[in-house]
Every structure is written in structure tokens, then in C-alpha cells.
């Protein structure tokens, strides 16, 4: 499956428009000129993008072309939501300018659990599932699926956790207990 790269739920207009054809991401981001993405907005996976462009530079030497392939008016409107988005960000900080080409749009986007879960049930259901039926968790498992029922999302959970960096830790504790579940057959694979 193509690598996910995510935007804010701000930005989903400009991007369904098609005005956002860049993004810029603090530090050196490991994507490729010619790799096929997942482009996934506010809870939503729009489609597929190619990346056309990967520029690394400092936050000082962005231009006025880059704020406006990134959907911006100016460089200074961009170089205020970089600040608001990433508040430690100087003007040496490394950053990885990701220039990106539709290959489709989804008509109607499914949302992200809908495009990638590959069960029947959701994955809070998955989760409260586990959490009744499967004493072979452990403690660190247990308390990631608790936190997820509380907070319905792995965003959410992630964040309770302690950052959205947790989202692949939730994502696979999620994953390997609907994997326990399926394997007992209290779960079906869609």
C-alpha cells in the first residue's frame, strides 16, 4: 500500500480545488521524486498524488513561489502557519519542500478507516472486543485500547498517549488485536 501523507482538515478545500500542489514539512522527509502517495485529509483519503519535486532547504530560504504552490497568498501567510503548525521552527530549521501531481481523485473519498481497516466490525468495536475477549494483551496493549474506546480515534488516542508520533503504536496494537480476534473467529475479514 502507498505511504500516507497526511494535511490538516484546513487544508481540504485547497486540496480537493487543486490550488495545493506543495506541501513543506519540518526536517528531511523521506519521500521520493516518482513515489505514488495516499493523500489523507481530515479523516478523509482524497486519492493518489505522485511527487513531482523534493527540495531541502531552510525554513529562510523558502520563496513566494513555494507559499504559492503550498496554496498560500504570500510567503508571509505561509510562514505564519508554518509557525502556528510547528511552534519551535526558526529561521535555520531544515525543511522539506514536497511538490506533488494528482494521479486520481476519489469521486467520493472514504474516510481513512473505511479505505485501509479490512474488518466488519469498527475498529472501536475491535477494540472494546479485545479488551473483553483476549487475556493474552499486554499491560501496554491494554491501556492503548482503553485510551482509543475512550477517545473513538487514533489521532485522539495518539494524542493522550502522548503526541500524534504514538499514531503508529495505536494503529498497531489496533491491527494485531483484531488480527488475535479474527484468528479466534469472534471477528470477520471483510
Known sequence: MPRPLMFSKKYLSELLRGSKTCTIRLGNIKYRVGDTVLVYCGGLVLGRVRITGIERKKLIDLTEEDARLDGFSSLYELLKALRQHYPS???????????FKWIEKFDVPPSDSEFSWRYEETPVEVARLA???????????????EVFVKSGSVRAAARKLGGLSLRPLVRGVLRRAAEKLAERGLIKRR
Do not use: F, G, H, M
Not at 521552527?89 to 511538490?99: D, E, G, L, M, Y
Open 131 to 145: 479488551l473483553e475477549k483476549l487475556d493474552d494483551l499486554s499491560w501496554e496493549e491494554r491501556t492503548v485500547l
Open 89 to 99: 521552527i526558526r529561521a535555520n530549521t531544515p525543511v522539506t519542500v514536497i511538490k
